[in-house]
């Protein structure tokens, strides 16, 4: 049987009920003691009767009247706060005099009303921007609950599945054919067919919950005309540096080749013809090896091979490439020992080119400056643990970065005899590698700092 909670008895009574007996106990003292005077005072009869009357009923009319003023505030209170709950706020409860008690809750109720007022018209502007800015998106935009059904999609989403949104509300993933994207990783990048379009798509999940009850967020990123447009960039950036290498080639080979055809028709021929065909069949030898050479670079840019990870150690990989420059003095700071699942020949190359181009960057300054003190070391080398694994940084005293938008762009070079694919090289590796390359002047000094960010593991 259970115990009887302590205030069970005293909640029974109502607050009215308790109004009224207040109203009729605390005047019964006085009305007594009057009726008492009256009675045992030197008073007819009819006129004891009278006044005993008089006085009960002014009582009982004026406790009336006390429980129904005090009532009704308390009835116009509630009808304020009940409106306020069913979100209309134009009522308000009269508050006159704020240092009476019931004034001063009807000011702290039109005070809480104003608020109410201005925090629901901000929640239900919010609201708006938020379901226009998600109409407006050209991603779909679906929300599925704990059954996974459909609670909400956008326009986009009524495009990709090719049914006004009507039709999809209510229905399970599996019936709208996105139960595969509410499986599996979070975030990828998968390709598929939908009703209103085909191709590669991103897919980012998340969760939240709704009335205390979990849902899932999905989006959906059509990426087949981003993917396109940049296809479409990259081919004309590759289309205009192949064209510019070709016509440098090709422009004084047939020059060359015009002016010797010319010469073998003269008759009688210049007594020089012989060294002139030399000359120009030299020329043509030159420029032909340099346009070989420079498809030899696109083919080894554009087939570079996935990583043969193995473990290898930060510091002698960095050590071993220093030691390959000895054109330039060349520092290496001390570091953490960490290693690295990494392709070592890759890394190898990616640090040779790095370190290479930073003495280029040097003996261009030097020459000017007039010889390099075999003292200083103008290029450092250093790495150091970083939040995603380690940070190598090479330092050189060249003379820093001039045109840092072009700096990996394939066949981009500032260099006479540059090919322009070391960077985009290195930076190619740095990415297989799942790091990131970054280059950038110096601060503190001339020169430029190569940064690479790559994961220990």
């Not at 080749?257 to 030159?286: F, V």
């Not at 890759?346 to 370190?355: K, R, S, T």
């Not at 322009?420 to 001339?446: F, K, V």
Request: charged share 25%; glycine share 8%.
């Amino acid at each position: 049987m259970p115990t009887p909670h302590p205030y069970r008895k005293a909640t029974r009574v109502g607050f009215h009920r308790q109004l009224m007996r207040c109203t009729w106990i605390l005047p019964l003292p006085g009305l007594l003691a009057a009726i008492v005077l009256i009675w045992i005072g030197p008073y007819e009869r009819w006129i004891q009767w009278t006044a005993t009357s008089v006085l009960v009923l002014g009582s009982a009319t004026v406790s009336y009247i006390l429980r129904e003023r005090f009532a009704y505030s308390l009835r116009t209170l509630t009808n304020v706060i009940a409106a306020m709950r069913d979100g209309d706020f134009s009522i308000r409860p009269h508050s006159s005099n704020a240092k009476d008690p019931l004034g001063a809750l009807a000011c702290e109720i039109n005070a809480l009303g104003d608020t109410l007022r201005e925090q629901r018209l901000g929640a239900v502007e919010a609201s708006a921007l938020l379901r226009t800015a998600i109409e407006e998106m050209d991603a779909a935009i679906f929300t599925f609950d704990e059954h996974r059904r459909l609670r909400l999609a956008n326009r986009a989403a009524e495009r990709l599945l090719a049914r006004p949104v009507e039709q999809l509300l209510g229905r399970t993933a599996g019936e709208l054919g996105l139960e595969s994207c509410l499986d599996g990783e979070p975030a990828r990048v998968i390709s598929m067919t939908f009703p209103g379009a085909l191709g590669r798509f991103g897919i980012r999940r998340s969760g939240f919950r709704q009335g205390g009850r979990p849902h899932q967020l999905l989006v959906v990123t059509d990426l087949s005309r981003a993917l396109r447009d940049e296809e479409r960039q990259a081919w004309q950036r590759l289309l205009r540096v192949l064209g510019h290498e070709l016509n440098n080639s090709l422009a004084p080979i047939k020059s060359v080749a015009g002016s010797l055809e010319t010469l073998c028709r003269k008759d009688p021929k210049p007594n020089d013809w012989q060294e002139d065909i030399r000359d120009g069949l030299a020329l043509i030898s030159s420029r032909a090896d340099a346009l070989s050479r420079f498809m030899q670079a696109y083919a080894t840019l554009a087939r570079l091979p996935a990583p043969n990870r193995v473990p290898m150690s930060v510091g002698d990989w960095i050590h071993r490439v220093a030691g390959l420059e000895v054109r330039v003095p060349t520092r290496v700071s001390p570091g953490p020992d960490l290693t690295l699942e990494a392709d070592r020949d890759q890394l190898e190359q990616l640090l040779i080119n790095l370190v290479r181009n930073a003495a280029d960057a040097v003996l261009e300054v030097r020459e000017v400056s007039g010889g390099i003190d075999p003292s200083q070391a103008p290029i450092n080398i250093r790495w150091s643990r970083s939040a995603v694994g380690v940070e190598v940084c090479v330092e050189d005293e060249g003379p820093g970065i001039a045109n840092p938008t072009n700096l990996f762009v394939p066949f981009f070079t500032t260099k006479p005899k540059g090919s322009g694919i070391g960077l985009s090289l290195c930076r190619q590796i740095a990415e297989a590698h799942g790091g990131r390359l970054t280059l950038e002047s110096r601060t503190d000094r001339s020169g430029c700092i190569a940064r690479l960010s790559l994961p220990l593991s």
